[in-house]
């Protein structure tokens, strides 16, 4: 019994401070503790905001391109790990960037492309995404070949079918779930990373993401846009995540 | 069967090997050398290699934000562990059908927004917040508090952000455990918590050991939550290697921070893989 109420009050501690954002946004005085209504008057000055538009679209365009390429990558290296034995190394490489704090890949990356001089822009924060979107998108397609049948490839090759025509016929459709999960899971995460975009970005703001935009909203103070922003930000969360939940099994990579 | 073409399996591994050895493993690389050099006069990197980066970061000043972020990151993971272990329980013990669910409810915060999360808290905590508004409309208090920027809210921030994880984590090594070793146990006639002190606790170590680094890791080397709930006043590792790379502008001496902070954790992953092959051995022994 105590243990239930204990797990009770970890989910209003876990998801109180969330729904709070979430109720404030639709508060019409945009105050934090007068309620005078509802109104989605700040999703309407959210949806005005040149700053906030133009983020959003670059948000867009850093995580959609850094999804498909690492969801490709990602699950070619997948099953190229999963047919072969197993070695300690490999499984480091693609565990690091998952482990690896964020300000470190940060830096790491703003100074390779320092002395490469490369310039940085939209186009380095994708470079960049799919570092770490190459290790979830792995993990997760991983995990679902690990109910793959492997004498299906043996099955289609004796059938002379090519490697290209057995991946796009038979690999492809049984991993398919994993791969739509390791999508969506990337998106997300892409969507949602600040510290590595803040550092690759470079100057100017032309390439500012929108975790950016609300990190210097966040830094002038609380205002009733920014509940609103976040609401938009965690639904769209909850839903990627739920679905990609759904897609790769009840016990995918991701609890 | 599954070895029959490792040529084959080379090359789908290729591109995304090539990516990771590209874009992770030579920056960091790079971060590894940097270490090593001397910083320029106007900010750059002289190509002199030195060990004053290092030294300098057991300069008692550096070494005061070190030991700083560390008993933070102790205490966050400390009450994290503290709070998720019964938690994880508790899902451990609910029916088989419920499980996957209550793990998605507690995992789900944990994908969604850092910054946003991190801001749940100004939001409740600050002097106009929630938090205080309340207290006042209650007759609890008659002045707001400082709730916020000081070590208590990054400590919250952190235990907030990262709490999921050590449920995931304790929950993981508590469900493989097996439930015949405690039926085992009863049968001896030892009382529920002896059973639990004997026999859970020391095999759910390993799901404490990996939650407890993971949150200890990421909090110290952790810049959002101590820059925003901190507001600066509480500096962190993290904090201290973003200023030498975006305001101090002595690149070597971040990346020192920076190697070791990946020391510290390595040493700490080490210690987990060691501790848990022993307790392997140990059981295979008896």
Not at chain 2, 91 to 119: D, E, K
């Amino acid at each position: 019994m105590g243990l239930r109420l204990h797990l009770g009050l970890i989910y209003v501690f876990l998801y109180g401070p969330i729904l709070l954002l979430m109720v404030l946004s639709l508060n019409e005085s945009g105050l934090p503790t007068a309620w005078s209504g509802l109104s989605f008057r700040w999703y309407e000055a959210l949806a005005e905001n040149e700053a906030i538009r133009r983020a959003a679209l670059n948000s867009l365009i850093v995580a959609g391109v850094s999804t498909v390429i690492a969801t490709a990558l990602g699950t070619l290296l997948a099953i190229g790990v999963e047919r072969r034995r197993g070695s300690a190394a490999l499984d480091a490489l693609l565990f690091a960037p998952m482990i690896i704090p964020d300000i470190v890949l940060a830096i790491a990356l703003l100074s390779f492309y320092f002395m490469l001089s490369f310039s940085l822009g939209l186009h380095s924060i994708i470079l960049s995404h799919v570092v770490f979107n190459i290790a979830f998108a792995c993990a997760v397609v991983r995990a679902r070949l690990k109910h793959f049948d492997w004498a299906m490839i043996e099955a289609s090759e004796d059938l002379g079918a090519s490697a290209l025509t057995t991946f796009v016929r038979v690999t492809l459709p049984a991993i398919l779930p994993g791969v739509i999960a390791a999508a969506l899971l990337a998106f997300t995460l892409s969507i949602d990373e600040f510290i590595i975009a803040f550092f690759t970005a470079g100057a100017g703001l032309a390439s500012t993401t929108l975790p950016m935009q609300v990190y210097s909203m966040i830094r002038f103070g609380v205002t009733p846009e920014i509940n609103a922003l976040a609401t938009l930000f965690l639904l769209t969360s909850f839903t990627l995540v739920l679905f990609a939940q759904r897609l790769s099994g009840r016990r995918g990579a991701f609890a | 069967m599954r070895l029959k073409s490792p040529s084959a399996s080379s090359l789908l591994m290729a591109p995304g090997l090539g990516w990771l050895a590209l874009f992770l493993v030579v920056p960091c690389a790079i971060v590894f050398l940097l270490a090593f050099f001397q910083r320029g006069i106007y900010g750059g990197v002289d190509y002199v290699l030195t060990w004053e980066n290092f030294a300098r970061a057991l300069d008692p000043l550096y070494l005061s934000i070190l030991w700083q972020s560390a008993v933070l990151a102790g205490e966050a993971t400390a009450i994290a562990l503290l709070i998720g272990y019964p938690a994880a329980y508790a899902i451990a013990r609910a029916s088989q059908r419920w499980q996957p669910v209550l793990l998605v409810l507690v995992m789900l915060p944990f994908w969604s927004n850092y910054l946003i999360r991190t801001y749940a808290w100004i939001v409740l905590l600050n002097r106009k917040g929630v938090a205080n508004e309340a207290m006042i409309d209650w007759g609890l208090i008659t002045e707001p508090l400082s709730l916020l920027y000081n070590s208590g809210a990054v400590i919250t921030g952190l235990v907030y952000n990262y709490l999921p994880f050590v449920i995931l984590a304790v929950y993981a090594s508590l469900s493989r455990l097996d439930r015949s070793l405690l039926e085992a146990s009863e049968d001896l006639g030892a009382p529920p918590w002896r059973s639990f002190l004997r026999v859970t606790l020391p095999l759910s170590l390993p799901g404490v050991a990996a939650g407890g680094i993971f949150v200890f890791v990421l909090s110290i080397g952790n810049f959002i939550t101590p820059d925003l709930l901190g507001g600066g006043r509480i500096q962190m590792v993290g904090n201290l290697i973003y200023d030498q790379f975006l305001t101090a502008r002595d690149w070597p001496f971040g990346a020192a921070l920076s190697m070791l902070l990946i020391a510290i954790m390595l040493l700490l992953l080490f210690a987990q893989a060691l501790a848990v092959r022993r307790a392997g051995g140990e059981r295979k022994e008896a």
